[in-house]
């Protein structure tokens, strides 16, 4: 599907110069003298490697068009992933690697969107917000102010996380898996 360059969004997958690109950040540029410019930084989805591109605001570009199907996860290995499709109960495995930080995250029968080009799976996207359970966490300073002051915790899946003042060892809580960010205390 092709797209004006000016349409282009942190994300997105496009096809260019015969590979899939993944874009990582996108910047529209109005210089004084000339024509106005999207500045794309993209990142290959096959070999791995970082482009910067200047599309020109008349430019259309090639949207990749992707098929996105719901996953349940199942267990993980030293390499894969395993998830298993509800209704037919076909499953599949993904490389770590294509999943990333994001992985450590995945527990038992969490449904995942995963898309694939080309019948090959390139992505997996998490739920927004997932419950996690704090492993230790610093003890909290008297006279820090609760808005300001954030220290470091340990999640029970192993990814370290800023989480306030009064989140203990023990408690659940909502991370956002977009930024692996806290969001709330169960």
């Known amino acids: 599907m ?8 942190v994300g997105m997958l496009l096809e260019h110069k015969s590979d899939l690109w993944i ?3 996108t910047q529209h540029v109005k210089p004084g003298k000339g024509g106005a410019f999207a500045q794309v930084e993209m990142k290959s989805v096959n070999k791995n490697t970082k482009l910067n591109e200047r599309f020109r605001s008349s430019e259309t570009v090639e949207k990749a ?5 719901k996953y349940n996860f199942l267990y993980e290995d030293e390499n894969n992933y395993f998830f298993i499709e509800p209704n037919s109960f076909e499953q599949i495995e993904i490389k770590k690697d294509i999943i990333g ?3 450590k995250m995945l527990t ?3 449904e995942v969107s995963i ?9 997996v996207d998490l739920p927004k917000q997932v419950t996690c359970k704090i492993e230790t966490t610093d003890a ?3 006279g820090q102010t609760v808005s300001s002051s954030y220290k470091p915790a340990t999640l029970n899946n192993g990814l370290n996380i800023q989480v306030p003042p009064f989140i203990e060892a023990g ?3 909502i991370i956002d898996t977009r930024n692996l960010e806290y969001v709330k205390k169960v």
Do not use: H, Q
Not at 2 to 9: C, L, S, T
Not at 65 to 69: F, I, N, Y
Not at 115 to 123: A, L, V
């Open 65 to 69: 068009s992707l098929e996105e199907t």
């Open 140 to 142: 909290a300073l008297k």
């Open 101 to 103: 930080e994001k992985g």
């Open 115 to 123: 898309n694939f080009y080309n019948e090959s799976p390139i992505s």
């Open 108 to 110: 038992e029968n969490l």
């Open 2 to 9: 092709k797209i004006n360059a000016g349409e282009i969004r």
């Open 171 to 173: 408690d659940e809580v």
């Open 23 to 25: 874009v990582l950040k």
